[in-house]
């Protein structure tokens, strides 16, 4: 089994990683599990290019940066002969090398036709949106004002693409240091991981100073921020504690956390494994609300799932407030020499699946 791609449609079963089961503790409470959760359509084809590249043209494959957030998956394909840079300075002249799905600047996209390199560009189509947009804004010589979190590389591809027009503003406190050329001629576009209330404060701030401030032509945060946001804000209410599993340098899943504080939630916490979960967290909770980031697979949820039930939390009821089929087709370079040699170019199971054994509220 594939531990990125568990097809099991039950995650409330004991994954292959998982550490030995102790005896069932008494009933303590119950855990609400949100939906949607984990893998969006932008992780999923990103590291499916990954493990498509090793099985089609055989290890090493390099990757420039991490090619998703999450420290199980850069794990995973390290092991199977994944090799991450920092740079493509790093990656050795003519080798194959992938782009992470955060995006990256025309400045890496030259430096690595420079140096020879056999590119598979693995960015997340809807970053890509945002950066054709940033290309179009600058074209007509607007002022662009980036909202995201300077040095995220999301961010940094974006801002490479008009780097003399464009301008971070990381959160609504930094809207008074705004300085534009000319105020009639001002967009905001933002990185696709954000909390939406923050980004939507933020421009709401920016729009009292700049009155004729253009929005993007349509949404930039990503379908799967909002709906995964949209879901801990359902349940936090009722949860003494939410549990988000997602690695630090996750941006939509730290801002998971600060959804279900600021949506109800008397406690929430962000890890990377069940085996962080603190048993003192669970001093005189209920309830337990539990989610993941985008980019972690639902092997890690199982996980969590599993160590609960072993702490008495063992009643699992799913709540659900959308439902996503939006699947990306696989990066063109990679899917052309798929093609040519025969091979299917299909994609494997989603990393999330809808369980069967937990009870929908």
């Not at 008494?26 to 090793?54: H, I, Q, S, T």
């Amino acid at each position: 089994m594939n531990p990125l791609h568990d097809s099991s449609s039950d995650p409330t079963a004991r994954p292959a990683s998982s550490p030995s089961a102790g005896a069932p503790a008494p009933a303590r409470g119950r855990v609400l599990l949100a939906a949607p959760r984990g893998y969006c359509a932008g992780v999923d084809r990103a590291v499916v290019a990954v493990e498509k590249a090793l099985e089609h043209y055989g290890p090493p494959v390099y990757v420039r940066k991490e090619i998703v957030h999450n420290k199980y998956v850069v794990e995973t394909l390290a092991a199977r002969g994944a090799i991450f840079v920092d740079d493509t300075d790093q990656v050795p002249e003519g080798a194959r090398v992938v782009f992470s799905a955060h995006g990256v600047s025309p400045a890496v996209h030259a430096a690595a036709e420079a140096r020879g390199l056999q590119t598979i560009d693995a960015t997340c189509p809807l970053v890509t949106k945002v950066h054709k947009e940033a290309v179009r804004f600058a074209g007509d010589d607007f002022d662009i004002l980036l909202i995201g979190h300077e040095g995220h590389e999301e961010v940094e591809g974006t801002s490479g693409e008009a780097p003399d027009h464009i301008q971070v503003v990381n959160s609504p406190d930094d809207v008074d240091d705004v300085v534009v050329r000319d105020p009639a001629k001002v967009v905001w576009l933002s990185q696709t991981t954000l909390s939406v209330d923050e980004t939507m404060e933020t421009v709401r701030r920016l729009r009292e100073r700049f009155p004729l401030l253009a929005d993007p032509p349509s949404d930039d945060i990503c379908y799967a921020t909002q709906n995964r946001q949209v879901a801990v804000k359902k349940i936090a209410a009722e949860c003494d504690l939410v549990i988000v599993v997602g690695s630090a340098n996750s941006s939509n899943s730290v801002r998971l956390v600060e959804v279900a504080l600021e949506s109800g939630a008397r406690d929430s916490h962000r890890i990377d494994h069940a085996a962080e979960i603190d048993p003192a967290w669970l001093d005189g909770v209920r309830t337990v609300g539990v989610t993941s980031g985008a980019s972690v697979p639902e092997i890690l949820v199982g996980d969590v799932l599993v160590r609960l039930a072993e702490l008495g939390y063992g009643d699992v009821q799913e709540v659900r407030t959308a439902t996503e089929d939006l699947m990306f087709s696989l990066p063109r370079e990679l899917r052309a020499d798929l093609k040519a040699a025969g091979e299917p170019v299909g994609r494997p199971a989603r990393g999330e699946r809808r369980p069967l054994s937990v009870e929908p509220v």
